[in-house]
Antibody, heavy 117, light 109 residues
Framework: QVQLVQSGAEVKKPGASVKVSCKASGYIFTSYYIHWVRQAPGQGLEWMGMINPSGGSTDYAQKFQGRVTMTRDKSTSTLYMDLSSLRSEDTAVYYCARDQLLSFDLWGQGTLVTVSS | EIVLTQSPGTLSLSPGERATLSCRAS???????LAWYQQKPGQAPRLVIYGASSRATGIPDRFSGSGSGTDFTLTISRLEPEDFAVYYC??????????FGQGTKLEIK
């Protein structure tokens, strides 16, 4: 069925990097942009950026410029979000979400990233 | 950056009642670019309304969206037990930039 399945929870130390994956299935991979959205514990939703799976072009929220990299592997229909120089404030659930008419119609189940020394 | 402010922060109602949730933008937003999401504890958000007034696939018709410019509303005509959740509005702006409101918690009274 149509779904986005994300990788499992991660625990990282401050200063490290984390790479979260998001595998798409059930639809044409290259036809929909994918966004990454995060949610800190007990907080709201924060948009991080987006990738065009077809050509690989990206747009990042200014807050994350220089620290985030979004990539894709067309051979496996998988998207990746790499966040570097982690700090405690990056502790959050990270979601991938499919773009439909500038809203997000399909979401992954979320990946908890915990940053702790 | 466009800021979305949702009100009230918490709304306490009983099943069967009508819920009205507000989302106000700091600048005018194209109606095509305003969406609403429902999120239950431990779950990913779920798209409810897109384009300010179009229901997403599988969303019952007790949900409706309206508004334009800077003021948008999500209405649930008769609350069912499964409707109690947190609701977020979201807009798309140029750059590109996507922003969310801080959320309204709809709780059972």
């Amino acid at each position: 069925q149509v779904q986005l399945v994300q990788s499992g929870a991660e625990v990282k130390k401050p200063g490290a990097s984390v790479k979260v994956s998001c595998k798409a299935s059930g639809y044409i991979f290259t036809s929909y942009y994918i966004h990454w959205v995060r949610q800190a514990p007990g907080q709201g939703l924060e948009w991080m950026g987006m990738i065009n799976p077809s050509g690989g072009s990206t747009d990042y929220a200014q807050k994350f410029q220089g620290r985030v990299t979004m990539t894709r592997d067309k051979s496996t229909s998988t998207l990746y979000m790499d966040l570097s120089s982690l700090r405690s404030e990056d502790t959050a659930v990270y979601y991938c979400a499919r773009d439909q008419l500038l809203s997000f119609d399909l979401w992954g189940q979320g990946t908890l990233v915990t940053v702790s020394s | 950056e466009i800021v979305l402010t949702q009100s009230p922060g918490t709304l306490s109602l009983s099943p069967g009642e009508r819920a009205t949730l507000s989302c106000r933008a700091s600048q005018s937003v194209s109606s095509s670019y305003l969406a609403w999401y429902q999120q239950k504890p431990g779950q990913a958000p779920r798209l409810v309304i897109y384009g300010a007034s179009s229901r997403a696939t599988g969303i019952p018709d007790r949900f409706s969206g309206s508004g334009s410019g800077t003021d948008f509303t999500l209405t649930i005509s008769r609350l069912e037990p499964e409707d109690f959740a947190v609701y977020y509005c979201q807009q798309y702006g140029s750059s590109p930039q996507y922003t969310f409101g801080q959320g309204t918690k709809l709780e059972i009274k």
